[in-house]
């Protein structure tokens, strides 16, 4: 029996087949940050996110935007505004963003049947890419996050050439191991390059919504590969991130494989997805 039942299944209009088991062949075509027809325009995007996010200038984006004075709007309202948006950091897909919002939460919905916040998660992590809506560049919305204030590890996707504008990357007190953090400080202590994920992190928390904390820090963290995926910064973590970086890893199969060219019918599933935005993040949010 699922948690939330609205009627006919919606589902029946898209479900995305996901073979966790795919063929290695296969999962090496995500994430190719080597070639491609859209690398140029992945590369300058993270050219231009590597060069500026600073510590100082996550702080000051922490100032514009933590405090939610921005928008106010439905959850449903910032999932559909990404019909505007293609992320240029995504080596994978040339498609609105919306899209990528569905076929994540179906696709958790299939192997998750039973754990609707988890859907919504799926459905909402990057709607914190609303921020490109308002102005800011996509390299300080979308891409791969990384602490700040502490060297820039080796897993940072273009790690070996896209770094040398940064200050940061020759001030002997951020580019030590741990920088200006304490060892196992954990990750809540820890700044990270600013974007989506703290955006709707932050978001989530002013407006009290009522997802649990794993589904909190699969919104705050997916976006943080060199940590999540290459094991790098485990120097900075504590025994709670520890522990929530299996479901971390768990959600990326669902946010990464599930990148298809098969579009859903986002009408059909709407219905099913207010209801959980109805329940977990109700009402007009503050953004």
């Not at 600073?54 to 702080?59: G, I, M």
């Not at 959850?75 to 559909?80: D, G, H, L, R, Y």
């Not at 001030?171 to 809540?188: F, H, M, Q, R, V």
């Not at 407006?207 to 919104?219: D, H």
Request: hydrophobic share 35%; charged share 25%.
């Amino acid at each position: 029996m699922r948690v939330v039942n609205i009627g006919p299944d919606p589902s029946l209009a898209y479900r995305p087949i996901l073979d966790l088991e795919q063929k290695d062949k296969d999962k090496t075509e995500y994430r190719n940050f080597e070639s491609g027809s859209l690398i140029d325009r992945v590369y300058n995007t993270y050219k231009l996110m590597h060069t500026n996010q600073t510590l100082d200038f996550v702080k000051q984006k922490h100032s514009e935007w933590s405090g939610c004075g921005h928008a106010q709007m439905e959850v449903m309202e910032a999932v559909i505004s990404l019909d505007q948006l293609v992320d240029e950091s995504d080596p994978d897909v040339d498609f609105p963003n919306s899209y990528h919002a569905f076929q994540t939460a179906e696709g958790i919905r299939r192997e998750h049947p039973h754990k609707d916040w988890f859907q919504l998660v799926g459905l909402i992590h990057d709607i914190g890419k609303i921020m490109a809506l308002s102005g800011e560049p996509q390299w300080a919305v979308v891409g791969d996050t990384f602490p700040v204030g502490c060297r820039f590890q080796n897993g940072i996707v273009f790690r070996g050439s896209t770094f040398v504008d940064n200050p940061d990357d020759k001030n002997p007190a951020y580019n030590s191991e741990c920088g200006i953090y304490k060892p196992n400080c954990g990750l809540d202590n820890v700044l990270m390059s600013w974007g989506h994920d703290e955006y709707l992190y932050r978001v989530m928390k002013f407006n009290k919504c009522t997802i649990p904390e794993e589904g909190l820090y699969m919104i705050r963290f997916h976006s943080f590969y060199p940590w999540h995926s290459h094991g790098d910064y485990m120097h900075l973590c504590d025994d709670k991130d520890m522990g929530m970086i299996p479901w971390v890893r768990e959600f990326n199969k669902f946010d990464l494989y599930t990148k298809t060219t098969e579009l859903p019918d986002i009408e059909k599933l709407k219905p099913y997805y207010q209801s959980l935005i109805d329940k977990y993040c109700p009402g007009v949010l503050k953004w």
